[in-house]
C-alpha cells in the first residue's frame, strides 16, 4: 500500500474545499467559523483509497489549505508534507494573485508533482474554458508544473464531470511519486493540537519520515518533554503503526495540550538537538518587491513552524529579487530542524512571500562573522548542498579538529539513520580520510597531527629528564589534551599506532622513545644514587667531587652529566668551584644558624667553625655562599645573621 499526501492550492473561492468533497466525501471545513462563513480558514483534512496503478491500494490524504491571503500562515503549515499537489483554478476566473503565491510557495518548497485543476467548469462555455486552459499553460511553462507532466483536468464539483478522470490522473502521478522513507528517522511535525473525550491529548501532522508506532517513546522539540503513544489513527482508524507519507494522530500519554502546540516536532528520544542557528540556501522570488537586506528581520516558514527570524547574509549586502545567496539564519528561540528542510520567508511588514530555500546545516560551528571571513567556507557551502552524503560526511568530520564527530553528533546533524552513517563512515575509513576510534570519526591528518605532538612531547620528557627511564603514560596524555584538547579516543588510537609503528614503546606505565636502553639506564640511575648518596650522608664534611666520581663505573662523560643534572635539578648545590653539598646539608645549616641567632645576632669564622665542626677550609667558602644567599651579612670580621 502506497500512501501519499496531496495538498489543495490556490486563490480564495477557486473551489478547493469543494473539490476535496467531491473526491472524499468528506468537508475539511472543520471548524464552526469556517462553515458559518463559507470559508476556510485553517487546515482541514480528508481521506480515500484508490486502486493503484498496479491493483495495489493507494491511500490519499487530503490536506485542504486556505487560499485566503489572511490566511497564508495556516497554508504554509500544511504545504511541508505535500507529495502530490493539486494547483486548483475557477475556470470563471483564471489566474489570481494567491495562485501565484501558492504556485510560488509550492515551487520554492519544493514540491515535485502536481495536476492543474480547472474547477467550476460548469460555470463557462468550452471556448473560455480553452482560454482558460491555454492561460494557465502558458503560466506553468518551464516550471514544474508544466505540461503534460502536470496534467490540466477540468473538473465540476457540482455536476461530478472531470472527477473520473481527475482520479484517473492522481493515480498516475502518484505511481511516479517517490515514497517517502518509512525507515529513516521518524519525524512528525505538529499542525493540530486536541482533547478527545475518553482519550485525552491528541496530535495530528503528516509524518515526514520514518514510521511511528503505539507504545514508542518521543521526544518533544524544542521542549525535550518525552511523551508515550498510546494509540495511532491513520486517516481516522486506529493502526498499529504510522509511516512516512500518512496523515497522523497520536493519543499522547504523558503531556497535555498546553505543553503543545503546532510548530513542535515529534521525533525519537535522544536523537536530535534543536537549534537556534542554520547556515541556508536563500532563494529569492522575482516577484520580492525589494532587495532583502543583511540583517532583516523576516517571518520563517518551515513545517509546521512559524517565527521571526534574522538573516544574516553571507558575503552579500542584499539579495536582490530573483537572486539567491547563502545566509545565517538566527531563531527567536531552539527548533528541530534538518539538512534538506524547505523553508519559506515572508516579509515582515507587509507580509508577502519573498522567497525561500533549504537548510544545508542546522549545526553550524562558526559565527556568521567567522564563517564570512573563513576562506573555505563557500566551498562548504558547496558541499553541504550537494548529494553526496559521502563528502558531507568527511566535512562534518574534518570541521570538528581534534575532538572529532561522534556517530551520534553525525545522526543528530545529518538526519540521517544510524545505519547509513555506519556505512558512510566505513567507506570513508576505507580511503583513509577518516579513522574510527570506538563511536568517533576523526580526520585521518588529525591522527598524524597527534602522534607528531606525541613523540615531540616524549622526546622532551626524555631530554628535561635523561635519566627517566620513560614518560608516565598519564602525564602524556594528560599534556596532551591540556595543550591540545586532545580527546582521549584519539590519543589511545595515536599511541597504538605510534607503538604499532615503533615509533614509541611502552614499559609498565611508561612511554619511551625505543632505543632509551634500560641497562644503560641501570647504571646510570645507580651512579646518580650514589653520588646523591655520597654527599647526603657527609653533611658538611663533604668528599671531594673528583674522588666520588672516580669511585664510579661510570667513564667521566657520563658521570660528568649526572651531576650536571644533579646541580640543575638543585639536589647538590656548587658552593665554590671545589665544594659541592647535598641540599639537605645546606638546609639543616640555616636551621642551625637560626638558632644561633636566639643566642646571638652575629657570629664569628670561630664560632661558625665550632657550630659547624667544619675546618678553615670549608668554612670560608660556606659563609661566602651564605652572604651570597643573604643569609648572613659580613661586618668587619664578623657577619651579621640576617
Ligand atoms: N458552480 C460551481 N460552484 C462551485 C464549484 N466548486 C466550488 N463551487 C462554489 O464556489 C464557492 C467556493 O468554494 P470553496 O470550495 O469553498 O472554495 P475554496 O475557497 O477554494 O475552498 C462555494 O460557494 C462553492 O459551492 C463548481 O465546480 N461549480
Ligand atoms: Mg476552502
Not at 494557465?136 to 478522470?165: H, I, N, Q, W, Y
Not at 547556515?279 to 521571526?308: C, G, I, W, Y
Not at 638558632?595 to 665550632?610: A, C, G, L, Q
Amino acid at each position: 500500500m502506497k500512501s501519499i499526501i496531496v495538498g489543495t492550492a490556490g486563490h480564495i473561492d477557486h473551489g478547493k474545499t469543494a473539490l476535496v468533497k467531491a473526491l472524499t466525501g468528506i468537508d475539511a471545513d472543520r471548524l464552526e467559523e469556517e462553515k458559518r462563513r463559507g470559508i476556510t480558514i485553517d487546515l482541514g483534512f480528508a481521506h480515500m483509497d484508490l486502486p493503484g496503478a498496479a491493483g495495489e491500494t493507494l491511500r490519499l490524504g487530503f490536506v485542504d489549505v486556505p487560499g485566503h491571503e489572511r490566511f497564508v500562515r495556516n497554508m504554509l503549515a500544511g504545504v511541508g508534507g505535500i507529495d502530490l499537489v493539486l494547483l486548483v483554478i475557477a475556470a470563471d476566473e483564471s489566474i489570481k494573485p494567491q495562485t501565484r503565491e501558492h504556485f510560488d510557495i509550492l515551487r520554492l518548497i519544493g514540491v515535485k508533482r502536481g495536476i492543474i485543476v480547472l474547477t467550476k467548469s460548469d460555470t463557462v462555455d468550452a471556448e473560455t474554458l480553452d482560454v482558460v486552459r491555454l492561460e494557465v499553460e502558458e503560466f506553468l511553462r518551464g516550471t514544474f508544473l508544466e505540461s503534460p507532466k502536470s496534467p490540466v483536468v477540468a473538473v465540476s464539483a457540482l455536476t461530478g464531470e472531470g472527477l473520473g478522470d481527475l482520479k484517473q490522473a492522481m493515480v498516475a502521478a502518484a505511481a511516479e511519486v517517490e515514497a517517502r522513507d518509512s525507515q529513516a528517522l521518524a519525524r512528525l511535525p505538529i499542525d493540530r493540537v486536541f482533547t478527545m473525550k475518553g482519550f485525552g491529548t491528541v496530535v495530528t501532522g503528516t509524518l515526514i519520515s520514518g514510521t511511528i508506532r503505539k507504545e514508542d517513546e518521543l521526544e518533544v522539540f524544542p521542549t525535550g518533554l518525552r511523551v508515550r503513544v498510546r494509540g495511532v489513527q491513520v486517516h481516522g482508524s486506529a493502526a498499529d503503526a504510522a509511516v512516512a507519507g500518512q496523515r497522523t494522530a497520536l493519543n499522547l500519554a504523558g503531556v497535555s495540550t498546553k505543553d503543545l502546540s503546532r510548530g513542535m516536532t515529534l521525533a525519537p528520544v535522544v536523537t536530535f538537538a534543536a537549534t537556534r542557528r542554520a547556515d541556508v540556501k536563500v532563494q529569492m522570488l522575482a516577484s520580492a518587491p525589494r532587495p532583502l537586506k543583511n540583517r532583516t528581520r523576516v517571518h520563517f516558514h518551515s513545517n509546521t513552524m512559524e517565527v521571526v527570524a534574522d538573516l544574516r547574509l553571507y558575503g552579500q549586502g542584499e539579495l536582490v529579487p530573483g537572486e539567491s545567496g547563502s545566509a545565517r539564519a538566527m531563531l527567536p528561540a531552539p527548533a528541530l530542524l534538518l539538512p534538506g528542510d524547505r523553508f519559506i520567508l515572508r516579509q515582515f511588514s507587509p507580509v508577502v512571500t519573498i522567497g525561500g530555500g533549504v537548510v544545508l546545516d542546522s549545526a553550524p560551528m562558526l559565527t556568521p562573522r567567522q564563517a564570512a571571513a573563513f576562506p573555505g567556507f563557500g566551498q562548504m557551502m558547496e558541499v553541504l548542498e550537494s548529494e553526496q552524503r559521502g563528502a558531507i560526511l568527511a566535512l562534518r568530520v574534518t570541521r570538528r579538529g581534534k575532538r572529532g564527530l561522534s556517530l551520534a553528533e553525525a545522526v543528530a546533524e545529518t538526519g540521517w539513520h544510524p545505519r547509513e552513517v555506519g556505512e558512510l563512515a566505513a567507506g570513508l575509513t576505507d580511503n583513509l580520510l577518516v579513522m574510527r576510534v570506538q563511536d568517533r570519526l576523526f580526520a585521518e591528518y588529525e591522527l598524524k597531527l597527534a602522534q607528531e605532538s606525541m613523540l615531540d612531547a616524549v622526546a622532551a620528557s626524555h631530554k628535561k629528564d635523561p635519566l627517566r627511564p620513560g614518560m608516565a603514560k598519564s602525564e602524556l596524555q594528560d599534556e596532551m589534551s591540556l595543550a591540545l584538547e586532545m580527546a582521549g579516543e584519539v590519543f589511545g588510537a595515536a599511541l597504538s599506532s605510534l607503538i604499532r609503528e615503533r615509533r614509541l614503546e611502552v614499559a609498565g606505565d611508561l612511554v619511551r622513545v625505543p632505543g632509551r636502553g634500560t641497562e644503560m639506564k641501570d647504571e646510570e640511575a645507580e651512579a646518580k644514587k650514589k653520588i646523591e648518596d655520597a654527599f647526603a650522608s657527609a653533611g658538611l664534611k663533604v668528599p671531594a667531587l673528583a674522588e666520588v666520581l672516580a669511585g664510579l663505573k661510570l667513564d667521566k662523560a657520563r658521570a660528568q652529566k649526572i651531576v650536571t643534572l644533579l646541580l640543575r635539578d638543585k639536589v647538590l648545590v656548587k658552593v665554590s668551584q671545589e665544594l659541592v653539598f647535598h641540599r639537605t646539608a645546606l638546609e639543616e645549616l640555616r636551621r642551625h644558624l637560626a638558632d644561633y641567632k636566639t643566642k646571638s645576632p652575629r657570629i664569628d669564622v670561630t664560632k661558625f667553625k665550632e657550630l659547624t665542626g667544619v675546618s678553615r677550609k670549608y668554612a670560608i667558602p660556606l659563609l661566602e655562599y651564605l652572604d651570597r644567599e643573604r643569609v648572613t651579612r659580613r661586618v668587619g670580621d664578623v657577619r651579621e645573621i640576617l
